[in-house]
């Protein structure tokens, strides 16, 4: 069965401190790889998408990469406000989407 | 902007109730999905549809149904509500199948 892995599944980070998340996908035939943000109590707010290995996407400090087995999201020089989950998801078939557990990120200030 | 908006923030209910979820998307999208998220296991797809009457099971598609009669407007339908169907509901729309989804705010139910 298809699936996605993201580690970790938490993550506490000081104000600047650079790190990544990772999104392990064993979908044959990737279709699509998103990531999305959610806030608590909140509904996912789309960041990215990436469609083939090799393809990087950039938004504000964020910056999505693609292998052929799995996702980073890289965090550059973090502020509180990007305290969050991240979801990442693989596309597979026609339509449906398959998520990760998520990362829950926490930037103190 | 895409904006889907859910008819309603939190709802309790009743064991046995019958309870409709509306979502509505304007950007004229042909996709729209149901999914649950519950702590641990994630988001989960409970029905789709990509055409006006039209409609597919997701992974988890009992003890619901759906209802697609118009293109923006997308009902869920719990036909006799349980207390383990208390989750976080979302709704998504996406314009072709392989584009991101956009996601309404969601409904939290509690089924008591």
């Known amino acids: 069965e298809d699936q996605v892995t993201q580690s970790p599944e938490a993550l506490r980070l000081q104000e600047g401190e650079s790190s990544s998340l990772n999104c392990s996908y064993t979908?044959?035939?990737?279709?699509?790889l998103f990531w999305y943000r959610q806030d608590p109590g909140k509904g996912p707010e789309f960041l990215f998408t990436?469609?083939?290995a090799g393809e990087e996407k950039e938004k504000e400090r964020l910056k999505a990469t693609l292998t052929k087995k799995e996702s980073f999201l890289h965090i550059t020089a973090p502020k509180p406000e990007d305290s969050a989950t991240y979801l990442c998801a693989s596309l597979q078939g026609a339509q449906k989407l398959v998520f990760g557990q998520g990362t829950r990120l926490t930037i103190n200030p | 902007d895409v904006k889907v908006t859910q008819s309603s923030r939190y709802l309790v209910k009743r064991t046995g109730e019958k309870v409709f979820l509306e979502c509505v998307q304007d950007m004229d999208h042909e996709n729209m999905f149901w999914y649950r998220q519950d702590p641990g296991l994630g988001l989960r797809l409970i029905y789709f549809?990509?055409?006006?009457?039209?409609?597919e099971k997701g992974d988890i598609p009992e003890g619901y149904s759906v209802s697609r009669e118009k293109k923006e407007r997308f009902s869920l339908i719990l036909e006799s509500a349980s207390t383990n169907q208390t989750s976080m509901y979302l709704c998504a729309s996406s314009l072709m199948a392989y584009n991101e989804q956009f996601f309404g705010p969601g409904t939290r139910l509690t089924v008591l």
């Open positions: 990436l469609y083939s």
């Open positions: 549809s990509y055409d006006v009457k039209m409609k």
């Open positions: 979908v044959s035939g990737l279709r699509g």
